[in-house]
């Protein structure tokens, strides 16, 4: 049983488009959220976090919108560039300290077209 | 720092073979973390230690083992390899929420 559903599997802009990627998650204990980014051959590697406490973050270009009523968050990419395609994870983990015993989503494959 | 390492980049094993993943990490994180990465399904948690000495599982342990005799390491030993273990795998290092993800090891079972 899938705990955090992302979609789109995978998604194509032009650049200087906002992608928007989903995510919805069931388990109300979580209370972690991060967004990973990940290269070909590479880890992934975190691109921005959210807390329940917010219901937007904002780093650069990447904004997290989170909805807790809904049980949803997402990611947008404003003024997206080639160097943005990659595949993203979402994913969401419970407690407020110790490990965070991340569960991911199943990833969105983003090309941004020249 | 070279971050999180791990050894080997690809492996090809035989049914029922076994082997050792190797991380380490130098950035003196306490927790240490393996995941297995499948296409469709994400990135999942094998075995996770809080520290030396000190291990747990993860949602999808059946089949592997770890220990972790110091802070800097953490060997992935899979006991029989099968052919449902092909996967990519990656070690990531944390202190507090941000993991460190390694380069992975692509592993194929045949």
């Known amino acids: 049983q899938q705990q955090v559903k992302q979609s789109p599997q995978s998604l194509i802009v032009q650049k200087g488009g906002i992608p928007i990627i989903n995510c919805a998650y069931e388990?109300?204990?979580?209370?972690?959220f991060p967004w990973y980014q990940q290269f070909p051959g590479k880890g992934p590697a975190l691109l921005i976090a959210i807390r329940p406490d917010v219901s937007e973050k904002k780093e650069g270009r990447f904004t997290i919108s989170f909805n807790k009523s809904a049980k949803q968050f997402s990611l947008h990419i404003m003024d997206s560039q080639p160097g943005d395609s990659a595949t993203y994870f979402c994913a969401a983990s419970e407690g407020n300290t110790g490990f965070q015993k991340l569960v991911f989503g199943t990833g969105t494959r983003l090309l941004v077209s020249p | 720092n070279a971050g999180v390492t791990q050894t080997p980049k690809f492996q090809v094993l035989k049914t029922g073979q076994s082997m050792t993943l190797q991380c380490a990490q130098d950035m003196n994180h306490e927790y240490m973390s393996w995941y297995r990465q499948d296409p469709g399904m994400g990135l999942r948690l094998i075995h996770y230690s809080v520290g030396a000495g000190i291990t747990d599982q993860g949602e999808v342990p059946n089949g592997y083992n770890v220990s972790r005799s110091t802070t800097e390491d953490f060997p992935l030993r899979l006991l029989s390899a099968a052919p449902s273990q092909t996967s990519v795998y990656f070690c990531?290092?944390?202190?507090?929420?941000?993991?460190?993800f390694g380069p992975g090891t692509r592993l194929t079972v045949l």
């Open positions: 990531a290092s944390s202190y507090i929420d941000e993991q460190f």
């Open positions: 388990n109300t204990a979580f209370d972690y």
